[in-house]
């Protein structure tokens, strides 16, 4: 299987992660040292993976609240052991950009950064 699907495969892995509120799963498809940041709600946010997981842990399952799956892998660029994609969806009524940043360590991508906008 090539890169771009493996990558393609992660990133629709997370998607339903989020969506299902599967905090293992982010854990596992995030690296152990990645870092999170962006705007939410007007406020410049920086957090590690396990601020951002504890915030996750306290949310409701968009799937729980009715809120349907509405997320896209909207592009992906890959050169040799690193990967940018960039995603759309919706989470807790609010639409996001993501801008991932992927590594390959010992043949496994993991996500090492997210940078994030929502409208």
């Known amino acids: 299987m090539s890169d771009f ?6 990133i629709n892995d997370y998607f339903h992660a989020l969506h299902h509120k599967d905090v293992a799963k982010i854990e596992h498809i995030f690296w152990q040292h990645a870092t999170i940041t962006g705007y939410y709600e007007g406020e410049f946010v920086h957090s590690k993976l396990h601020d951002y997981l504890s915030i996750l842990k306290r949310m409701s399952a968009p799937d729980m609240i009715g809120e349907d ?31 991932l940043s992927l590594m390959q360590f010992n043949g496994e991508w993991k996500i090492i950064q997210k940078t994030f906008h929502h409208d």
């Open 5 to 10: 699907v493996v990558i393609e495969q992660l």
């Open 69 to 99: 799956f509405d997320m896209d892998v909207v592009s992906i660029e890959l050169k040799g052991n690193m990967a940018a994609v960039k995603t759309r969806y919706l989470f807790q009524a609010l639409h996001y950009v993501d801008y």
